[in-house]
């Protein structure tokens, strides 16, 4: 009997430690992201996942070395994010 694990199914593309999730979006908020998928392909034909550009969102707000721990609401984690509470759109 072989030890060796097979390869069918999706590559592995993930080069460190990860969990898998599960995370409720506002309908606004996964139409968004289909739209920047869609225009990432249009613009340089690559496809992107709605998971790999959520993934890439948060790494930014990790190397932006902003210090989010501040926020006590997700309006607030937004004005720390944006830089600046008086030019955030009304939701």
Same mark, same amino acid.
């Given at each position: 009997? $072989? %030890?060796?694990?097979?390869?069918?199914?999706?590559?592995?593309? !993930? %080069?460190?430690?990860?969990?898998?999730? %599960?995370?409720?979006?506002?309908? @606004? !908020?996964? *139409?968004?992201?289909?739209?920047?998928?869609?225009?990432? @392909? &249009?613009?340089? /034909?690559? *496809?992107?996942?709605? +998971?790999? #550009?959520?993934? /890439? #969102?948060?790494? +930014? +707000?990790?190397? $932006? /070395?902003?210090?989010?721990?501040? +926020?006590? $609401?997700?309006? %607030?984690?937004?004005?720390? &994010?944006? /830089?600046?509470? $008086?030019?955030?759109?009304?939701?």
């Amino acid at each position: 009997m $072989s %030890t060796t694990k097979s390869n069918r199914g999706r590559p592995i593309v !993930h %080069t460190e430690p990860w969990a898998k999730i %599960t995370v409720v979006l506002l309908d @606004r !908020h996964v *139409a968004y992201l289909d739209r920047l998928a869609i225009d990432i @392909r &249009l613009k340089h /034909g690559k *496809a992107i996942s709605r +998971a790999e #550009l959520i993934r /890439g #969102l948060i790494e +930014a +707000a990790f190397q $932006s /070395g902003l210090d989010l721990s501040q +926020a006590d $609401s997700i309006d %607030t984690l937004v004005d720390l &994010l944006v /830089g600046s509470q $008086s030019k955030r759109k009304t939701r």
